[in-house]
């Protein structure tokens, strides 16, 4: 049927939430580029209206269809997408967001006859795309050998082999053929020996099928560690313990199977490709399987990272309380009110989520690390010992909540405690640098044990030389154990590292002092003063302090607080 204006614009007029009675020119031009800017923020909502409104204005207009249908399939309203998609492909036009489109409506209505008859020239998505699910449609159609031949097609493809025998496996899974798909499974070269967690629990089901339960059990413990299982593994684990057979899950129909491949790429695309181009992957495959959670989970994650967070809240926000994923649903919803400004909500959220799952150091993790950014150093210290608590002693993650609660300690003014965690973190992890750093900046600030501070900051700085923090802790040392010249060099990379961070420039005036470059200091000094941040204060960063010493000198100072002057120190004072 030839394109026509008047069926564009009863379509435009169809999408519309608000139809204006008249819409200028003009009108539509300032909407055009209101729709733009919105897009370059990814705020996809406010996009969507302003393309809305212009494509009523200029309802043939190829170039305001196609980006009205991204905004749509970002925002997962593909349904509503639909009909625009449809007359960007009548129009003749190449759209990879509108075939994208196309094909998800013939899949949701099963014609995948229709799917394999279109031209991938005419209208393709992508090569990998279009060959994987061109073997779903043959299935689909019903003949599962056809299906099967076209992902060996794919895989014969260099650098799509791992992803075309996937899709093979969870076919072949789908139409009971378990053993054909553990064969491919096993295969070392088949490029599946390296599985994804969903790889992984999809072969756990495989084998368990096969009556294989101690292999799947086996699987799950190598791929996560016998200790590291989250609640959807461990519901796995305790099937296969109990010698149960676990469903086969992972794919159930050729839907199921489409939402799969856009899945798979999303995850693929997932850092390696812009967040947008990700995010409408996932989007694809949430609409094709609206239970699959991955997906969800995975766009809410992308729509955080794109600075969306009402957005990315609200997809988190879909996940069932029964599900076994729902506790990483609020870890990820929690963390979206953070971004979004809602911090006591967020709070809220892990507080409760730390009670209905008391025995996961993840949820007390996240809360302490939340609380402490809040400066609730007790209430954080408390979470870290019920995270602390609920890992095993030697567990990876273990120096990390150490250190965590050692901060919490110190800034406690609790330093025993805090320097016995920072130090059973390095038992644990001798040589990270972030708590080398801090122990050994701590001890500085202290004035003790400086001969062991200037050891422990010189190997943090070997380790991470571009590190301002850490590059200022080694010349505040120095500093310290009063050898200014040595002190000079290394306070002035920081500065060139971290030119607007208010203590390091505080810290270069102080060492330019102590060395008679008195001009230079009362410069640095005034640089401090113009990067503090009076709503948002550091504690070392003392504008009063720093004022004074430009009134009076560092000398003056020192002697007004009872301090040593400046001279060359001696370790532990």
Request: proline share 4%; with cysteine.
């Amino acid at each position: 049927m030839p394109f026509s204006l008047t069926r564009a614009a009863l379509v435009a007029l169809a999408l519309a939430t608000a139809s204006p009675a008249a819409v200028t020119a003009q009108q539509s031009l300032g909407a055009y580029l209101a729709g733009r800017i919105a897009l370059a923020n990814s705020d996809y909502a406010e996009a969507a209206q302003y393309f809305n409104e212009a494509l009523l204005a200029d309802p043939g207009n190829p170039g305001l269809m196609e980006e009205l249908v991204l905004t749509l399939l970002a925002l997962g309203e593909v349904g509503r997408a639909v009909p625009v998609a449809e007359m960007i492909e009548e129009m003749g036009l190449r759209s990879q967001v509108a075939h994208m489109v196309t094909v998800a409506h013939l899949v949701e209505t099963e014609e995948f006859r229709e799917l394999l008859s279109r031209n991938p020239d005419e209208f393709g998505i992508g090569p990998l795309i279009d060959g994987l699910l061109a073997g779903w449609s043959e299935i689909g159609a019903g003949s599962v050998q056809a299906g099967l031949t076209r992902f060996d097609a794919v895989a014969s493809q260099e650098g799509l082999r791992s992803f075309a025998l996937f899709q093979k496996v969870l076919a072949l899974a789908m139409v009971g053929d378990y053993e054909q798909a553990e064969a491919i499974f096993a295969d070392p070269a088949g490029g599946l020996s390296v599985l994804t967690r969903r790889a992984a629990m999809a072969r756990a089901e495989v084998l368990s099928q096969l009556g294989r339960n101690e292999d799947a059990l086996q699987l799950l413990q190598d791929a996560f560690g016998a200790g590291g299982f989250d609640p959807s593994l461990e519901a796995m684990a305790e099937v296969l313990a109990d010698g149960e057979t676990l469903p086969f899950t992972h794919v159930t129909s050729v839907q199921d199977g489409m939402a799969e491949v856009f899945f798979t790429l999303s995850q693929a695309l997932n850092g390696e490709a812009s967040d947008e181009y990700a995010l409408i992957y996932a989007r694809m495959a949430q609409y094709l399987r609206p239970d699959h959670i991955d997906a969800l989970l995975l766009s809410a994650d992308l729509l955080e990272d794109l600075g969306q967070y009402d957005l990315a809240v609200e997809a988190y926000a879909q996940v069932p309380r029964d599900h076994p994923d729902f506790h990483a649903a609020e870890l990820g919803r929690a963390a979206a009110l953070r971004g979004a400004g809602r911090v006591d909500t967020a709070i809220e959220v892990l507080d409760r989520l730390s009670r209905d799952y008391p025995d996961l150091a993840s949820v007390h993790t996240a809360l302490g690390d939340l609380l402490r950014q809040q400066e609730r150093y007790g209430d954080a210290a408390a979470a870290y010992d019920r995270a602390l608590a609920e890992t095993a002693e030697g567990a990876q993650g273990r120096w990390f909540l150490l250190y965590a609660r050692g901060i919490c300690y110190e800034r406690m003014d609790e330093w025993e405690l805090a320097e016995a965690d920072f130090r059973a973190a390095l038992a644990l992890n001798p040589d990270q640098p972030q708590v080398l750093n801090y122990l050994g900046y701590s001890l500085v600030e202290k004035r003790i044990k400086l001969t062991e501070a200037l050891a422990m900051i010189e190997q943090a700085v070997a380790a991470r030389p571009d590190s301002g923090y850490i590059v200022d802790s080694l010349g505040w040392v120095l500093y310290r154990l009063g050898r200014y010249d040595e002190a000079v060099g290394h306070m002035e990379k920081a500065v060139e590292l971290m030119p607007v961070d208010p203590v390091v420039n505080d810290h270069l005036g102080d060492v330019y002092w102590a060395v008679g470059r008195y001009r230079e200091a009362e410069f640095q000094w005034r640089r401090a003063l113009s990067f503090i941040n009076p709503e948002d204060m550091d504690a070392e960063a003392d504008p009063d302090r720093i004022r004074r010493k430009l009134d009076v000198g560092l000398d003056v100072v020192l002697e007004e607080e009872g301090s040593d002057p400046l001279s060359v120190a001696t370790d532990d004072g």
